[in-house]
């Protein structure tokens, strides 16, 4: 099946991800009898076709009992067995058959199952509430239709009857968050709701009771059913959202080899890992806590950590930070502090030091029920005090303020905004944006100003070839030809930009820290940093040089030098243009070198670009923006970003961010194109329209509905006619989104991508 | 009016086997995977058996 080819990125990804089998024992949660549950995360799932790969593939295996792939969630969850006749199996088995048939796997996160539960419980509750709003409705049509006397009051009361244990199990929801912003002296959308429905079921019961003609049972549950299908909605968006981000491969790893003092090495979960523990830490794997090293040479790849884009060689003595990837050579290294007091830790506890805009925003839901409560309840309560006084007829007064609390009570208005944020989130979600919760979108459309980290957000933090200065034209092909021994990611680059590579080497050797070494005959070719190639110092490569040099040589003499530069993100160069001549202000915050920084500014057309900044400094700076009264939106990725991501009035990271990035913004692009941000901008300003739209007709609604109540001629009838009217008018009105997000940003999807520099090869 | 006494019940009840199904299709976790559902019933076979 053709929908089924799994994107060339992701297979690469393959290579470099390991998953060991101490790692999935970790992760597998026992079912007792020898059997084993483990569930993974497959990003790449997405048909029928795949769902019987993958179990096809899993069941083949002999010790697997079950596999079963959810492609909601993008999961599978296999059951095995830890022996079988032929004794212990290994469960890194599982992982390479799932990876064989060309998907990836990730482990996941301990899965989060009280939100399951909350989903769980409020698809109940709408349930049970239409299951009452239907039985009730039934009855209230007969009423309606002419029942009367004894048959009246029978109805009435078999409705009281149904509608008493719907409300208190479906609205405990509403009631419950009712209570918590009353008891901080705040009201929310749900104070109004439940005064209503409250409200309206105690006079309807005392109707019932005095042979009254008019009982709102009806209008009552059906409300909660309309407002719990919104609220549904909302959870089942965020959930999906959530469970997206939660498959995305965790980057820290979970556990480290411990070196016993008699040699052994054993598997432990990094939390257990102790101050002045030995921890051996293989090529390709990630530095687990932050330590000293004390023996072997390798280069790291702190792009994750700090921004730097060139990996930084260390050596005996040098100090480690948690999150750094180990390159090239085997490390061992002494653990100097625990791993909840690891640099993690650190960023940790400057996120929480920067309040940002989550913690101060105040949904706009929340906003207009500040205004619009007070209103509403003081028009019933004059309606009731005008018609009392007036009318002399208390009872009647009653009901007069009654039927303006109903008429009036915010159903569309409690759907306006859950139901636009829900189509906008899955209008997001198809482009690949996951929108962790809806007042991220709120924030998202008051943005004016955009704050970029470099590496691994404005680029993809993997070098590329840009530039060859060789004597000759076969010294590419032999540097390619060393380049394929080595997992250094200049290597690796070297090795992209040709077709062919294959090996013409006798011998070959990977000096950590230095480069490759080679023997063909007699003949010693080097491929590496220009000391090391040359066996000498040179002048050439200062550490002020934006551009990554490497040297091939051959027996001392100098063949040929390779520039490199980071590669753009596919899209970065239209969304600054875009962002620019939209107004946006944009500024760049990088912990790399500011040579590099000023290079990529260059590149890109931006004017502030600030490099070699601290994590801490990237917070003031998102301060200072704020102070000056702008709205920040910070797209970043690194574990240096995070504090910025958490201070910013709203954030984004792409899903290859570091574990805490993600957990610290709001919403994850999946896309490998930048111009994912505007877009979701684009779709954000959307959706905040149709809300001041939704909230104009839900008001509009009222101004025309309350005379009508007012003057006492509202019956359940026109209640109800009303009230459904003004909520499909609000949910068609949401569901022009996506017509409108897809018609303007079909633009921008035809714009071809611009090359950042012409690739001089 | 008197077949009141047997309707209202019989709507009642019906009503209620609805609300039955439901939870019993909830629990039973049929609202787990709901594209995925969509989708197995195009499989040839079912790949899902435990194996015996």
């Not at chain 1, 690469?12 to 079912?31: K, R, T």
């Not at chain 1, 100098?558 to 993100?569: I, K, M, S």
Request: charged share 20%; hydrophobic share 50%.
């Amino acid at each position: 099946m053709s929908c089924c080819g799994v994107n060339a990125e992701g297979v690469l990804a393959l290579n470099s991800v390991s998953i060991s089998a101490e790692e999935i024992a970790l992760a597998s949660h026992p079912l007792g009898e020898g059997l084993q549950q483990l569930d993974l995360s497959i990003p790449d799932v997405h048909c029928g076709e795949c769902i019987v790969t993958i179990e096809t593939a899993l069941l083949r295996l002999p010790y697997v009992r079950k596999a079963r792939v959810n492609l909601t969630s993008r999961r599978v969850s296999c059951v095995y067995s830890e022996h079988t006749p032929d004794g212990p199996i290994d469960p890194a088995g599982i992982i390479e058959a799932i990876n064989a048939t060309g998907y990836r796997a990730n482990l996941l996160a301990q899965a989060d199952s009280q939100s399951e539960k909350n989903k769980n419980q409020l698809l109940l509750a709408v349930g049970v509430s239409g299951f009452a709003a239907a039985n009730i409705m039934l009855l209230s049509v007969s009423v309606w239709s002419g029942a009367d006397a004894a048959t009246r009051d029978m109805f009435h009361w078999i409705s009281a009857m149904i509608a008493a244990p719907a409300l208190i199990y479906a609205g405990r929801f509403f009631f419950r968050s009712a209570w918590n912003a009353l008891r901080r002296g705040r009201t929310n959308m749900d104070v109004p709701i439940s005064l209503a429905v409250t409200l309206s079921y105690a006079v309807s019961l005392w109707e019932t009771m005095h042979h009254g003609e008019h009982a709102w049972f009806d209008a009552t549950v059906s409300l909660l059913f309309f407002l719990l299908i919104g609220r549904t909605l909302d959870h089942i968006m965020r959930d999906k959202a959530r469970s997206a981000i939660n498959g995305l491969a965790r980057l820290a790893p979970r556990g480290a080899l411990l070196v016993s003092a008699d040699g052994s090495r054993r598997y432990v979960a990094v939390e257990e890992v102790k101050v002045g523990d030995e921890i051996a830490i293989a090529a390709g794997d990630r530095i687990p806590v932050d330590g000293t090293v004390f023996g072997g040479e390798s280069d790291l790849d702190l792009s994750i950590v700090t921004g730097e884009s060139r990996p930084v060689s260390v050596s005996d003595g040098a100090e480690v930070s948690s999150g750094a990837m180990n390159l090239t050579g085997a490390l061992l290294v002494r653990a100097t502090r625990l791993a909840r007091n690891s640099l993690l830790a650190e960023i940790m506890a400057l996120m929480e030091a920067a309040e940002g805009g989550r913690a101060r925003y105040r949904l706009i839901a929340d906003r207009a029920a500040s205004l619009y409560s007070p209103v509403v309840h003081i028009l019933a309560l004059t309606s009731f005090l005008a018609w009392g006084f007036l009318g002399g007829d208390w009872k009647h007064a009653m009901l007069i303020a009654v039927a303006v609390l109903i008429i009036t009570c915010p159903c569309a208005l409690g759907l306006a905004v859950p139901v636009v944020q829900v189509v906008a989130a899955g209008e997001l979600f198809r482009k690949g944006v996951m929108v962790k919760d809806g007042s991220a979108l709120e924030r998202l459309a008051e943005i004016d100003t955009v704050a970029f980290d470099k590496t691994g957000t404005l680029t993809l933090g993997s070098p590329r070839l840009v530039n060859i200065q060789a004597t000759n034209d076969s010294d590419l092909a032999t540097a390619v030809a060393l380049a394929v021994h080595s997992r250094h990611p200049l290597s690796q680059a070297l090795v992209r930009s040709s077709s062919s590579a294959h090996s013409i080497f006798d011998r070959v050797r990977e000096t950590a820290g230095g480069g490759l070494e080679a023997f063909s005959g007699d003949d010693v070719y080097r491929l590496g940093s220009a000391a090391f190639a040359c066996g000498q110092s040179h002048g050439a490569s200062g550490s002020d040089n934006p551009l990554t040099e490497v040297v091939l040589s051959k027996n001392g003499a100098t063949l040929a030098h390779f520039f490199f530069d980071d590669t753009l993100r596919p899209g970065a160069l239209e969304t600054v243009s875009r962002l620019q001549s939209t107004s946006f202000q944009i500024v760049m915050v990088s912990g790399d070198r500011q040579s590099v920084v000023n290079r990529t500014a260059r590149a890109l057309g931006l004017d502030r670009a600030l490099g070699a900044l601290t994590p801490k400094q990237k917070v003031e700076e998102i301060a200072r923006l704020s102070e000056g009264g702008h709205r920040v939106l910070m797209v970043g990725d690194g574990i240096n970003d995070a504090p910025a991501l958490a201070a910013a009035h709203v954030s984004m990271a792409p899903s290859t961010a570091s574990d805490v990035g993600r957990q610290a913004a709001d919403l994850v692009f999946f896309s490998d194109r930048l111009d994912i941000v505007p877009q979701a901008i684009h779709v954000a300003r959307q959706s905040a329209r149709l809300i001041r739209q939704n909230f104009a007709l839900a008001i509009g609604y009222n101004v025309l509905a309350v005379p009508i109540a007012i003057a006492g001629y509202a019956t359940p009838l026109i209640a109800a006619i009303a009230m459904s009217t003004s909520s499909l008018i609000v949910v068609a009105n949401a569901l022009r989104l996506s017509r409108l997000a897809a018609v303007t940003a079909a633009p921008w999807k035809s714009t071809p991508a611009v090359a950042y520099e012409a690739n001089p090869i | 009016m008197n077949m009141l006494i047997y309707l209202i019940p019989i709507a009642l009840f019906m009503g209620a086997m609805g609300l039955g199904a439901f939870l019993w299709s909830l629990r039973s976790g049929q609202y787990d995977d709901l594209q995925g559902a969509a989708w197995r019933i195009l499989a040839e076979d079912d790949t899902d058996q435990p194996k015996p």
